[in-house]
């Protein structure tokens, strides 16, 4: 069931240029939060801004019972909320959404592509993945445009897991678009004998995923989940602000809501144009 929590606000903090995280304590929350999913935050106690503003959950701590969410500060709503101070309680509506779906095969290499802002919800995808199977069963491919743009490096590496970065000018890593980097290893990815299976998960801007999506169809992955960024309003399916096109039969489609039905989908059930 979904419900409010009327959660704390435990620390404020600027990672990066541009972005802010904020820490919240939400028992209910951090014990049934699953990567993938996110939060409907109202940001005000005022009905000014009017909706409340979705989030990805970028990390938990069950034990602490807190949350994290990790956003680039745009636009007024944003701006507000990086200024709630600690101690303040903000209402919260989650965890929503359709999270993603790892399976349980012990010998599939997880693939994470990560673009820009994208890499949220992956970082609590990254944790969960390293628990559950291991930091050698994960590659992360991590890009953004500049270097003050690029977010996460350092917690991935301290998972343990093999990261590749790369940034759009040139300014770390290598000079390339995430796509073509993880397109550049792939193949050597898909001969390795010790891996039964590749899992591929992504978020980040729509032409991103589409190329995403291109690239492991080509490939023959199976598995190649997206999380969708489409705009949304209410979170509950309610206002329809937020639909994609899917898939139904080999010519027909339907819509999908993102915000209940997603945000996370199969590659292959999405159309694109």
């Not at 972005?19 to 939060?39: D, Y």
């Not at 390795?192 to 590749?198: D, G, I, N, T």
Request: hydrophobic content about 35%.
């Amino acid at each position: 069931m979904k419900r409010v929590y009327e959660c704390e606000v435990v620390s404020q903090t600027k990672p990066a240029p541009g972005f802010a995280q904020t820490v919240l304590q939400g028992p209910e929350i951090a014990q049934s939060g699953m990567p993938g999913q996110f939060v409907n935050v109202r940001i005000t106690k005022t009905t000014d801004p009017l909706l409340r503003r979705p989030f990805s959950i970028h990390t938990v701590d069950p034990d602490q019972g807190t949350f994290t969410i990790l956003y680039v500060i745009r636009g007024r709503g944003t701006e507000l909320l990086a200024r709630v101070p600690p101690g303040d309680k903000l209402s919260i509506l989650g965890p929503l959404g359709r999270p993603f779906v790892v399976g349980n095969s012990r010998r599939a290499l997880h693939v994470l592509v990560a673009g820009g802002c994208g890499v949220v919800p992956l970082r609590f995808l990254c944790e969960s993945l390293c628990l559950q199977f291991g930091p050698e069963r994960v590659i992360a491919f991590v890009g953004a445009q500049t270097k003050d743009e690029l977010l996460c490096e350092d917690e991935f590496r301290k998972l343990g897991v093999d990261i590749e970065v790369c940034t759009n000018d040139g300014s770390h890593g290598t000079q390339a678009l995430v796509t073509q980097l993880f397109s550049g290893r792939l193949q050597k990815l898909l001969r390795a004998e010790y891996f039964s299976s590749l899992r591929v998960y992504a978020c980040g801007p729509r032409e991103m995923l589409k190329e995403v999506a291109r690239i492991c169809t080509e490939a023959g992955i199976k598995s190649c989940q997206l999380s969708l960024e489409n705009v949304m309003a209410c979170g509950l399916g309610v206002c329809l602000g937020c639909v994609q096109k899917i898939k139904d039969g080999q010519e027909d489609w339907h819509y999908e809501r993102v915000c209940t039905e997603g945000p996370v989908f199969e590659a292959r059930e999405i159309v694109w144009d």
